[in-house]
């Protein structure tokens, strides 16, 4: 969540967020306001 309102602060309109969890496994998000 923390994205989302750090997004509103810089007033901009997307937000990427990646996750390393090791032995080559990752997670990666890409948020949009609207």
Known sequence: MHRIYEMERRDVNT???TFCAGG???F???FERV
């Open 28 to 30: 990666s998000a890409l």
């Open 15 to 17: 937000g990427l967020i």
């Open 24 to 26: 080559g496994q990752g």
